[in-house]
Structure formats: structure tokens, C-alpha cells
């Protein structure tokens, strides 16, 4: 850090957000491009300081304090987060920042009433030791779901409500790093004893580190993801499609293209484009971003899937074949990826022009192909049309059941039947109940990984318009030309199995998208809850109290009923099952470093709580 004010290592006084409290916290890094401090505070929570939210230890005074405050209150405030680190190892930053928060709400507001609730607010001892008690599983002491208080719901809310608008306010940022670095357990000790070690990492451990195996995984990823979705196409056609049978006869070159194959594709997109942007359905408002910004999202999801299911009926009904799209599905495939090559360079070259507040933290290597890859812009709009949005929630994911129906049709019209297989109808239900569950529930898409905190690049194009219609159709496509039939008490079983998933998916997705719309909600307030550093809690109680992604055990239930129908003679239905395995397990590390990272201690005691990730018991 050549011409900065203050360097690696420097110990300092770093402003909490939104607050006008200062704690000592050490320098990690500068980031020259943002103009950001990394510092580390005394528990180990990291977060990004403007320079002007820094102070040196020696020109820092105690601001004196006029106001009259409640014993609790002073008890509260008396403490920084290094002396509780020292002293009570109960204290987090989230205790901190709770302190904090309504410190600033009071700072700026003088209204009694929202006073005398904080004077309540801000005595989060006691919850905090709670919360370390439900961590040491003895969970006698319920934590409320809108801890630290519940007595009057409209000021917790508001407190919340500046709480976020406090963060917006202030640029809070987080420093996205990869390596795993577990902040919670920096000690004070630590940063006593260790200063050197904690307060000049390694450069390698300051860079970002990247995801998906790094730049050549990039290099990896961008030839292997595409070849691999050929050789499915390939390998579904064959009377024996195995892995043995590699490579698969590759047909000639031409075979790879049809213009009007090119065509339907881009008509479907526009198709879904507009259907995105008919002023119908709720306007809803997407996470704060760090600038404060709430973006708001059209969720008819629905309402275009119904549309496009009476055109496509129409279409049917006018005399066009579906089974187009199984006689076409290479073609089909290879102009979905033109178009995902074309979308992710435009895509790419936009980053290049956007605002530092507009990109994804940790989206930038400096590698080109890499930056590609992944994705830079979080949400690349052009006007108030979010791509990443509707990529992720329209062409692909509709034209997966529109797919699955054209390959009933094809089963039809191959093997002369007056309807589908049980088999093929089980597929074809269970993924249409999926698709148009997350399209009902469109909204929650607000609050996954993607939507909050990926990039949109190649990864993300590729799998919203190529990955998910061209093989999440595997198991109907195999079905075509592999009939595996089905008694009726195995169909019952499979559906029992599928509605067993669902339930699990849905209600704990819908729970953990409830909680953080709304935190105070009355139904949600029987959960316990740990808070922590940001403002937010953390659900421990509940789905979320039961594995850390219950929402991904639904998934993977569902998976496994996908494919039972298309029984056991070859391994390529269970494609997705074993690919969505890996998925998850590597979303849920990700996602594990990404709230360790944010949340530190108050994720580790998350942990210490809830011990197994997907699997109760298991896993
Ligand atoms: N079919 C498919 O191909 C795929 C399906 N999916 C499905 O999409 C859905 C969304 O998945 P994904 O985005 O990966 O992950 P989640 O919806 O599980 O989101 C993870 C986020 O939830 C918040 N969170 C985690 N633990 C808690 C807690 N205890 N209390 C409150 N909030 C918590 C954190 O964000 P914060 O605290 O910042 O709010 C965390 O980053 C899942 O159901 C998944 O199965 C996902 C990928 C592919
Ligand atoms: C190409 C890569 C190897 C992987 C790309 C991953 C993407 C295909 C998935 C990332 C997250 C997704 C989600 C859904 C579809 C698959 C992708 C885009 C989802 C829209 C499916 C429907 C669900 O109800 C959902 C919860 C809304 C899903 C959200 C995540």
C-alpha cells in the first residue's frame, strides 16, 4: 500500500457503521480501486472503512456524552468490542452493533418512545449469553425471534428499517475472500500476541481468492461445460447410452446448425422478454444492495408460464409439431449456446464501464478470462430489465417444461401410444410442479446466492439458457427412446417421495424468505434466532435449526424422484442427481465461507448449533 494513510498492520480507530462509535481495529488491506480499508475489529469481524471513517489512536477522543442514559443503556455502550473479547467472550460485534445501530437511530432521532424501546434494545448481554447457551446446545432459555427484544414490534421493525438504511448509508462493505479465513477465530489474544500474523497476512491470503478452481478452472470450466452438454445430446439418442460408448458418434459438422432452429430460440426469448415486461403482477423490491438500493423486480412469473403454456397449446392446436424439439435438440442446444456466448460478451464488455458499487465483490481478478467467466455486473440492467433475472427465471426454466412436453409428444408419435408413460407423466408433473412453484414464488428468487451476491458472466448465461433446458430434460428425452414401466405402487411411493421433497423445499425456503422480509413477522416469532454483527439474525430454530440447507435436502429428495421413474438400466437419468449432489455440496461451501465471512462468530456459534450442513445426521 504505496501512498495510503494508513497501512497494513496499523492499528486504528475504525468508525462501526451507521454509529458514531469508534473500536480499535487493525488494517488488513487497502483496495485501491474502491478506496476501501479491510480492517479487522477485536472479535474478528472484518469489515470495509472509508478513510474518513478512521481515526489514528492517538488524535482519537471520546466524544462526550451529555444525554441522560438508563443504566442498561450505559452498561451497553460502556463496552467496546475489544474489551469484551478480553473480558466476556459472550460479547460479539453483534452486541456491538446492535449498541451501534441505536446508538445512530438516537442519535438522529430523539423521539422518546423509540428511545425507551432502545433503552431495552440495547441491553443485549443477556441474549447474547443466551444465544451461547443455545450454542452449547442446552437451549433451555428460548431466544424470541426478534431478539434482543419483543416489546414492541413497530419499533423493532424501525430500528431494523434504519438499521439497513444506517448500512446503506455508509457503504458497509464485506471483503470478499475466498481462503476460508474464519475471522471468529482471531482472538483478541491473537491480535495481541500475533500482530504480525494477523495484521500482515500473506499477499495470497489478502487477494481474493477464486472460486471454481481459480483462472484455470476458468479456462477448465469454459471448454468442458459446453463439450459436456454435447455429449449428453449425444449419448441420449444411443440405444446404450453409457460411458463406455466414448466419444459418442460425433454427426458432421453441419448437423451442428440450423438457422431456423436458430430462429425459435431467438423468438422464444423475445417471446419471454415481453411477457417479462407487461406491466402485470407485483412489482418487488429485491435485498439492499451496499449502496442502499432496493431494485425493484416485475414478478409475473406465472403469469408467463400460463401465457406461454395457452400459446404453445395454441401453437399445437394450429397444426406445429413439437416434436420438433426432439428431432432438433442438438441444433436446438448449439443456437441456445450462441446465444449465451454472444449475452456473456456483451455482458462482459458492460462490466468493464460499470460503477465499482455496481459489481459483484470477488468478480474481479483481473483475468479476463476468469472475470468472464464468472461474471462481474450483480445486476447488469439495461433500462429497469434486469438480465440476470430473467435469465435466470424465464427462457430456460420455461422452456424446460416446454421441452419435457414436446418429448410426451414424441414418445407418443415414436411408440404410437394415446398418452405418455406413467414414467413420462411423473417426469413431466414433478419438474412442471418445480418450475412453476419457483415462478408462484418468484420473489424468494430475491434472496437465493445468485440473485444477492453472483456475478452475471458466461457461468451464469450458460446455465440459466443452455444447462437447464438442454439437460435438466435429460430424464424425458431418455425416456423417448428408453420406456421403463411403471406399476402402480411404485408410482405411489415416487410420488410420496417427490411431495416428501417439495414439502421440505418449499415451506424452508419460504420460512428463511419470510424471516428476512420481515424479521419481526408474529408467524415466525416462535423461532429462536442468534444475532449477529449486521443487524440481521440467524434463523437456529425451525428448518434452519434442523441442517444448515434444509432447502437443499427438498432439492435433492425431489432429484431422486426424478429419476426413479426412469429406472436403474443406465446411469445418464441419474446425470442429474449425482451433478446436482455436487452442486449443492460446493454452493453450500461457498455459501459457508460467504457467511463466515460476514457474520463471524455469530456464524461459527450458527454452526456449533446446527452441526450438520444438508443431512440431518449425515452430512
Ligand atoms: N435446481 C437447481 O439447479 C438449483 C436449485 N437451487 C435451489 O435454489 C434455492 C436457493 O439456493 P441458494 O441460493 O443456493 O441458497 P439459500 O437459499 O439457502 O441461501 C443461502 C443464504 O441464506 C441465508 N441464510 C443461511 N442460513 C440462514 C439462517 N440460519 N437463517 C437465515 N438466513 C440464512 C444467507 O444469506 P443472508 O444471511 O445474506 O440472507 C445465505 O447466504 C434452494 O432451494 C436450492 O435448492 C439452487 C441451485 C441450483
Ligand atoms: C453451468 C454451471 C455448472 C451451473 C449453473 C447453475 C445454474 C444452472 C443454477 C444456479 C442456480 C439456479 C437456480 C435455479 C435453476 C438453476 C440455476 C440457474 C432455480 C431457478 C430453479 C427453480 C427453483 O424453484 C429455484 C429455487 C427458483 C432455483 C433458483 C436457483
Redesign the pocket.
Known amino acids: 500500500m504505496p501512498t495510503v494513510k494508513y497501512q497494513r498492520g496499523d492499528k486504528v480507530m475504525g468508525r462501526w457503521p451507521g454509529s458514531s462509535l469508534y473500536y480499535e481495529v487493525k488494517v488488513l488491506s487497502f483496495d485501491a480501486i474502491s478506496q476501501l480499508y479491510t480492517v479487522i475489529y477485536k472479535d474478528g469481524t472484518e469489515l470495509e472503512l472509508k478513510e474518513q471513517d478512521i481515526k489514528s489512536v492517538t488524535g482519537f477522543q471520546t466524544r462526550p456524552r451529555s444525554r441522560s442514559r438508563s443504566p442498561g443503556r450505559r452498561r451497553s455502550r460502556s463496552r467496546s468490542p475489544a474489551r469484551t473479547t478480553r473480558r466476556s467472550s459472550s460479547r460479539t460485534a453483534a452486541a456491538v452493533a446492535t449498541a451501534a445501530i441505536a446508538d445512530s437511530v438516537l442519535s438522529t432521532s430523539r423521539e422518546l418512545k423509540l428511545k425507551d424501546t432502545l433503552e431495552v434494545r440495547v441491553s443485549p448481554l443477556k441474549e447474547t449469553k443466551a444465544a451461547e447457551n443455545n450454542s452449547n446446545n442446552k437451549h433451555e432459555k428460548k431466544e424470541e425471534n426478534n431478539t434482543p427484544i419483543k416489546v414492541n414490534e413497530k419499533s423493532e421493525e424501525k430500528v431494523e428499517a434504519d438499521a439497513e438504511k444506517i448500512q446503506g448509508r455508509y457503504n458497509l462493505r464485506r471483503r470478499k475472500d475466498d481462503s476460508g479465513a474464519k475471522p471468529s477465530a482471531v482472538t483478541a489474544e491473537q491480535l495481541e500476541k500475533e500482530p504480525a500474523q494477523v495484521a500482515a497476512p500473506s499477499a495470497a491470503a489478502l487477494s481474493t481468492t477464486l472460486d471454481f478452481g481459480g483462472k484455470i478452472g476458468a479456462y477448465f470450466?469454459l471448454l468442458f461445460?459446453p463439450a459436456w452438454v454435447l455429449f449428453l445430446a449425444l449419448q441420449v439418442n444411443l440405444e446404450d447410452p453409457s460411458l463406455t460408448n466414448f466419444p459418442p458418434p460425433l454427426p458432421p459438422l453441419e448437423a451442428f446448425w440450423d438457422t431456423q432452429a436458430f430462429g425459435f430460440v431467438i423468438l422464444w426469448i423475445l417471446f419471454q422478454a415481453l411477457l417479462y415486461i407487461l406491466p402485470v403482477g407485483k412489482l418487488s423490491e429485491g435485498m439492499p444492495l451496499r449502496s442502499g438500493e432496493r431494485l425493484k423486480y416485475r414478478t409475473n412469473g406465472f403469469f408467463a408460464i400460463v401465457v406461454s403454456a395457452a400459446a404453445v397449446a395454441a401453437a399445437v392446436y394450429l397444426g406445429f409439431d413439437l416434436t420438433y424439439i426432439h428431432s432438433h435438440f442438438l441444433q436446438l442446444a448449439v443456437a441456445s449456446f450462441l446465444i449465451s456466448v454472444l449475452l456473456s460478451i456483451y455482458l462482459f464488455v458492460r462490466s468493464r464501464y460499470a460503477a465499482s458499487e455496481q459489481l459483484a465483490l470477488g468478480g474481479s481478478s483481473g483475468n479476463v478470462v476468469y472475470d468472464f467467466f464468472k461474471g462481474h455486473e450483480l445486476n447488469p440492467r439495461v433500462k429497469n430489465f434486469d438480465l440476470k433475472f430473467f435469465c435466470?427465471?424465464r427462457p430456460?426454466?420455461i422452456g424446460w417444461c416446454l421441452i419435457n412436453f414436446a418429448m410426451a409428444l414424441a414418445e407418443m408419435k415414436q411408440h404410437g401410444l394415446d398418452a405418455p408413460s406413467y414414467s413420462m407423466i411423473l417426469v413431466n408433473l414433478f419438474q412442471l410442479l418445480?418450475?412453476a412453484?419457483?415462478l408462484w414464488?418468484?420473489e424468494?428468487?430475491l434472496t437465493?446466492m445468485?440473485l444477492m451476491h453472483d456475478g452475471f458472466g458466461f457461468?451464469?448465461a450458460?446455465?440459466?439458457l443452455v444447462?437447464?433446458p438442454f439437460t435438466y430434460t435429460l430424464q424425458a428425452y431418455y425416456l423417448v427412446s428408453h420406456p421403463n414401466p411403471l406399476s402402480l405402487p411404485v408410482v405411489t411411493v415416487i410420488v410420496i417421495l417427490k411431495l416428501v421433497g417439495f414439502y421440505i423445499f418449499r415451506k424452508s425456503?419460504s420460512e428463511k424468505n419470510a424471516f428476512r422480509r420481515n424479521p419481526s413477522d408474529p408467524k415466525l416469532s416462535h423461532l429462536r434466532t442468534i444475532p449477529t454483527a449486521t443487524g440481521k439474525s440467524l434463523l437456529v430454530s425451525g428448518w434452519w435449526g434442523v441442517v444448515r440447507h434444509p432447502n437443499y435436502l427438498g432439492d435433492l429428495i425431489m432429484a431422486l424422484a426424478w429419476s426413479l421413474p426412469c429406472g436403474f438400466s443406465h446411469l445418464l437419468p441419474w446425470y442429474y442427481m449425482i451433478y446436482f449432489i455436487i452442486?449443492l455440496v460446493h454452493r453450500d461451501s461457498r455459501d459457508m465461507s460467504e457467511c463466515r465471512r460476514k457474520y463471524g462468530s455469530a456464524w461459527d456459534e450458527y454452526c456449533r448449533t446446527v452441526r450438520y450442513r444438508i443431512i440431518p445426521r449425515v452430512y
Open positions: 470450466w461445460l435466470e427465471m430456460g426454466l418445480y418450475v412453484d419457483g414464488n418468484e424468494a428468487i437465493t445468485d457461468m451464469l450458460f446455465g440459466d444447462w437447464v425456503n452442486l
